[in-house]
């Protein structure tokens, strides 16, 4: 299993461009969360989905878009990106019923 | 909000001597979780403790749930070099919250 994986592993975006980050698994787990981890401010959850068709908002989803077509791909958008949206960008999958989450590798964005 | 503070920020200790760290929060989790993450990869999970005044063993790591489940402690014996990284709690409530975690750094 290759776990969970992300791309693009670096990125550099000039404000208003759009992008899409990439996030998948296989490990066939319902639940799945887009984080981001700034210094000093831990991890925050931006958005997540309980399975296939559904998704919800966390902590800071302005700015960012998701969907959830089949259970191993949830990908991340930023329609406008802004300087405030530079951070490093983690996804996550869940096992079980006590949310042990899987990360994987995360991109780094930087927005200009 | 359900705010986990984490304690101290950074730790920087020599090979063998031993350290806890903590994180604390006012609000009530069902369960809580503790990673490691090291530089440019993803945090990996090390525990989950879920019963109030839980007490699980890893090795030379040592993590404690409060009795109120509102707090948590990582208590490592005689650390190594490859303990260094950021640890970081989250509390399991309407959704994961996260600390910001303690770096911790062991010098050989």
């Known amino acids: 299993n290759a776990g969970v994986t992300q791309t693009p592993k670096f990125q550099v975006l000039k404000t208003g461009q759009s992008m899409t980050l990439q996030c998948a698994q296989d490990?066939?787990?319902?639940?799945m969360s887009w984080y981001r981890q700034d210094p000093g401010m831990g991890l925050r959850l931006i958005h997540y989905?309980?399975?296939?068709?559904?998704?919800d908002q966390g902590e800071v989803p302005n700015g960012y878009n998701v969907s959830r077509s089949t259970t191993e791909d949830f990908p991340l958008r930023l329609l406008s990106a802004a300087p405030s949206q530079t951070s490093v960008y983690f996804c996550?999958?869940?096992?079980?019923?006590?949310?042990?989450?899987?990360f994987g590798p995360g991109t780094r964005l930087t927005v200009l | 909000t359900q705010l986990l503070e984490q304690s101290p920020q950074f730790l920087s200790i020599q090979e063998g001597e031993n350290l806890t760290v903590y994180c604390n929060s006012s609000?009530?989790?069902?369960?809580l979780q503790w990673y490691r993450q090291e530089p440019g990869e993803g945090p990996v999970l090390l525990v989950t403790?879920?019963?109030?005044?839980e007490v699980k063993k890893l090795k030379r790591l040592t993590f404690q749930f409060g009795d109120a489940r509102k707090d948590s402690s990582l208590h490592i014996t005689a650390a190594q070099p490859g303990d260094t990284g950021l640890y970081l709690c989250?509390?399991?409530?309407?959704?994961?919250?996260f600390g910001a975690g303690t770096r911790l750094t062991v010098k050989p």
């Open positions: 996550a999958s869940t096992t079980g019923t006590i949310n042990e989450q899987f």
């Open positions: 490990m066939n787990h319902e639940y």
């Open positions: 989905s309980v399975g296939a068709g559904i998704t």
């Open positions: 609000s009530v989790f069902s369960s």
């Open positions: 403790v879920v019963t109030g005044g």
């Open positions: 989250a509390g399991e409530g309407n959704d994961m919250r």
